[in-house]
């Protein structure tokens, strides 16, 4: 390749667009060829065309000029640009495409498909709660325990995951019922505990602060065996 070719190539630049758009343009209700000429606009606007003719649109797609300003009237009728009037330095009037629609619509899909995985993702951790639960107490959840379950995530805001601390919490010191459970979660809440990792951190120190008192022999006995620290929230 010659210089003078490659800085020709130079020369036609590059455009930059949003992944999401090639990701996500199906379920905007855009198809194929209404994709290819959005970013053929862009790739005009870019480089200095703000309203390119449906014949400078079509010479670089396989669609036709009939078919390519067809095809403009519909993205315009979508909502995914419009035609805007503008003013030059010396008071003429001229038109250009505006995208900014587009870059609204996308933007809007995104934080839209966002919350729908946020949700469905909560619904999944709610059902993997319940399954968790009934696993731990060997049996399917009454109606009350279910409700309650219920209030510490809709009420309370206990996230899920801290609901499954406490509930591993209530098995390892040997006090799986709800009422236990309720207490670990006040106890939690009551002390700023929010995740996981915090949650693991008070109950070690909680841990170590009542290892002493546990151990502690009677007075004139002697100690024959090491207590087991134990860890009762009810207690608190």
Known sequence: MSKTNLLKWLQEGNITIPGVLISQYKDMNLNEQELVLL??????????????TPF?????M???VSECTEILRKL????????????????IRYEQYDINLLWEKLIDHFLMRNKQEAVIANQQNETDLYTCFEQEFGRPLSPFECETLAMWMDDDHHDP??????LRESVISGKLNFRYIDRILFEWKKNGIKTIEQAKSYGKKFRQNQVPQRNKPNE??????KSVPFYNWLEQ
């Open 62 to 64: 396989t669609v036709s």
């Open 220 to 225: 004139g006995a002697t100690q024959t065996s």
């Open 39 to 52: 970013l053929q606009v862009i790739s005009f606007i870019e480089n200095g065309n703000e309203f390119p």
């Open 76 to 91: 315009i009728q979508k909502g995914f640009i419009e035609i805007k009037e503008s003013h030059s330095g010396d008071g």
């Open 56 to 60: 400078e649109l079509s010479s670089r």
């Open 161 to 166: 995951h801290i609901i499954k601390a406490a």
